[in-house]
Structures are given as structure tokens and as C-alpha cells.
């Protein structure tokens, strides 16, 4: 019988904690520090490779992230060593993906060739606005020029290059977001994430917002108007979405995002990295230590990793809802089934089928165009009851 993660996939997420500087809207487990011993993380990420290579023997992998925080902070050499103990340790795809996150300051900028010789072949740059006032609002380093100049670097370097917008900021109308967005199409890259702005609990903007600051933010019905608008620019531009948030070329689809989406098993290292591996047939979440001291210490030890618990299968089956409904291939049924018997209400997906909000044919199940602007209320329609 065939295991259930190989239906999605194997990937190795690599979690850099260290920025420049913290942007007000992000809670991802980033750091602001004056100097990294690059060295000792290299090695304790290689040794962290090899911890999980052995709970994972003779696995093809298929996708690598470099995350963060800002990898492109890390010295080329950082990478090579980390790839290199990949090599040793797994077998890689032929068509394997190596993804690294990069800020287009123009300083990053010039490691794009270090990387690349690393071995990264993929690229995703943070630009985030083309508009200058706004990138000072969201606490960006780097300017529309030095934007631009990145993405015409990555492009010469690398086969694949992705970036990064966020819509809905304060003060945006409709035709300001149709104006830069129709800009962003025009620099022909194969593959956008396009992110609306959320205000996240213990970031600077959450504060800001408490203490009535964080003023001219769209209300929902503008925030639906610029996703519908995104939609439609995106399709008649080439690069329709295939994920919520995500839109690519044919053929140029983030395949270490879709390992997420399609509830693969993916191994991630580094401070606070969250990862789901399938060890002796049980399906386990991890997740490191999220303070860099600390995650390095332990990695040093022997093993990163704060918490390892079983996932039983039915929160699986919720797992891979929340996750697979976010693209639009949607999940299969079958596999739902086979988590975790009567996982799936046929009169829940009748009754959303007749509001219009998803489709479902004899082995899939997905969300339709309105049903992706309530997907959070559709997902928690098809979920599990706790007694099934």
C-alpha cells in the first residue's frame, strides 16, 4: 500500500532566522542581529541534514526552500555546504527545486552567481511594492530601483525567478492597485505570490493598528474587488492562479509550495521550522527551537528539534483540507477516505455545491472562484466531526 505522503511529494525547508531589519507587518520567527557565525550555522545545518536523512533512508527529494528571515544574508558558501550534505544524504530529483528567498538590496544582488554555483536554480525576491512611499511604509530597506535592477539580475542568472506583492495597503485604491499590478505583469517573470495585507497579533503594525495609527486600510469589500481584480489581470496576463495566493506560467508552479499543498512530507530545519515527516509509517510534526541560541545549541547537541508529536489521522484529513483546498486541483477524495473512513460528508459537499462554493466530480473535491473568497468558512464546513 502506498504511503500517503508520496501522493504530495518529499521537500527540505531551511529556515534562515536573520534579517537586516524587522518588518512591521511580519510574524515570521526572524531576528535582527549585528553578526552571524557563518561557519557554525553551515555545520549545524549540515548536521541537521543528516539527522533527518537518517530518519528518512533512500528517499528521492524533490523540492528545497530556503527561507527565513533573509537567505540571501547567508554567504554563498553557507548554501554550498548545507547543498552539499543534501547531496550526500538523499537522492535529489532530476528536476529538483532549489528555491532561496532573497531581498532585492543591491548588495544581495551580487551573491545571485555565488548561489547559483551553490546550486540554488530558483529564486524569490521580496519586492513587495513598486510604489517608493509605500515600500518605507511596510519597512522595506530597498527601493524600486534597486527592485527592479534584483529581478533583472536573478533573470540573467537564474532559469526561474518569482517575487512577491502585497496589495490592500493604506490608502490603495482600486485603480492604484490595477495601475502597479498591470506594471508587475509587464516584467514577465513566470511565477507571482500576491498577498493581501494582514495586520498578525505581536507584530508593529497589530500595535499600531490597537492605537488607531495603521489608518486608510481597505475594508473588505475593496479587499474583494482587488482580489477579483488580481484574478482577472493575472489570467489575461498568462499566469492564472493555481493556488490562492499564487499564480505562474504553466509548468512554473512553486513545486516545493505544492508538496505543502498536496500534504507531502517536507523535513524543516533551522529555529522554529515546522516540519511533517512520515517515520515508520506514523506522520509526525516537528518543530525546532524557535530562538536562535537555542535551535543552534541543540543542533549541536544532536538534534534541533523542540516538539515531535503523531499526527492521528483524522487531523490528517483536516490538515490535508486546509491545506490541498487552497489549490485549485483541489484534494483527492480517495486519499481522504483512506486517512480516516467517512472523513467525507456527501451531503456537506452537496450542500456546497448547491451554494455554488465547490465542485466535485468522482475523485476530487475543490473550491470555485466564489468559494476561494470564503475558503476559511468552506474548509471548516468539510471538516471532521470530532465522533466520526
Request: charge should be negative; hydrophobic fraction near 40%; include cysteine.
Amino acid at each position: 500500500m502506498t504511503e500517503d505522503w508520496r501522493f504530495g511529494g518529499f521537500g527540505l525547508y531551511v529556515h534562515w532566522p536573520f534579517c537586516e531589519a524587522k518588518c512591521p507587518y511580519c510574524d515570521f520567527n526572524s531576528h535582527v542581529t549585528a553578526f552571524v557565525d557563518q561557519g557554525r550555522w553551515a555545520r549545524a545545518f549540515a548536521s541537521e541534514v543528516a539527522r533527518v536523512a537518517r530518519q528518512t533512508p533512500g528517499r528521492v527529494l524533490n523540492s528545497v526552500f530556503f527561507g527565513g528571515g533573509t537567505p540571501s544574508l547567508m554567504a554563498p558558501q553557507t548554501v554550498a555546504t548545507i547543498l552539499d550534505a543534501v547531496r550526500d544524504h538523499w537522492i535529489l530529483a532530476n528536476d529538483v527545486e532549489i528555491t532561496l528567498e532573497a531581498n532585492p538590496r543591491s548588495v544581495e544582488a551580487g551573491r545571485f552567481r555565488g548561489f547559483a554555483d551553490a546550486g540554488v536554480n530558483r529564486v524569490s525576491l521580496g519586492i513587495q511594492s513598486l510604489r517608493e512611499t509605500d515600500l518605507k511604509r511596510l519597512g522595506r530597506l530597498h527601493d524600486v530601483g534597486e527592485a527592479r535592477a534584483a529581478f533583472e539580475t536573478a533573470r540573467a542568472v537564474f532559469d526561474r525567478v518569482s517575487f512577491d506583492l502585497i496589495y490592500a495597503r493604506q490608502g490603495q485604491s482600486l485603480q492604484d492597485w490595477r495601475e502597479e499590478l498591470t506594471e508587475a505583469l509587464a516584467m514577465s517573470g513566470d511565477h507571482m505570490s500576491l498577498y493581501q495585507l494582514t495586520i498578525e497579533p505581536g507584530t508593529a503594525f497589530w500595535d499600531r493598528a490597537r492605537a488607531g495609527g495603521l489608518r486608510g486600510l481597505p475594508d473588505g469589500d475593496l479587499g474583494a474587488d482587488m482580489y477579483e481584480l488580481t484574478q482577472d489581470l493575472c489570467d489575461a496576463a498568462g499566469l492564472p492562479a493555481y493556488e490562492v495566493s499564487n499564480h505562474a506560467r504553466p509548468g512554473s508552479e512553486s513545486r516545493h509550495n505544492l508538496i505543502y499543498w498536496r500534504y507531502g512530507d517536507y523535513a524543516g530545519i533551522g529555529p522554529g521550522a515546522h516540519g511533517r515527516l512520515t517515520v515508520d509509517g506514523q506522520k509526525v510534526a516537528t518543530v525546532g527551537w524557535a530562538a536562535p541560541g537555542a535551535w543552534i545549541t541543540a543542533a549541536e547537541a544532536g538534534d534541533g528539534t523542540q516538539t515531535s508529536e503523531m499526527i492521528h489521522p483524522q487531523d490528517q484529513v483536516g490538515e490535508y483540507l486546509m491545506m490541498g483546498m487552497r489549490v485549485l486541483e483541489g484534494v483527492d477524495m480517495g486519499r481522504l477516505r483512506a486517512l480516516w473512513p467517512g472523513s467525507v460528508s456527501e451531503e456537506r459537499v452537496s450542500q456546497l455545491q448547491e451554494l455554488g462554493l465547490v465542485w466535485a466530480d468522482e475523485r476530487r473535491l475543490g473550491v470555485t472562484a466564489k468559494g476561494r473568497l470564503l475558503l476559511n468558512s468552506v474548509v471548516a464546513e468539510l471538516m471532521p466531526d470530532a465522533d466520526v
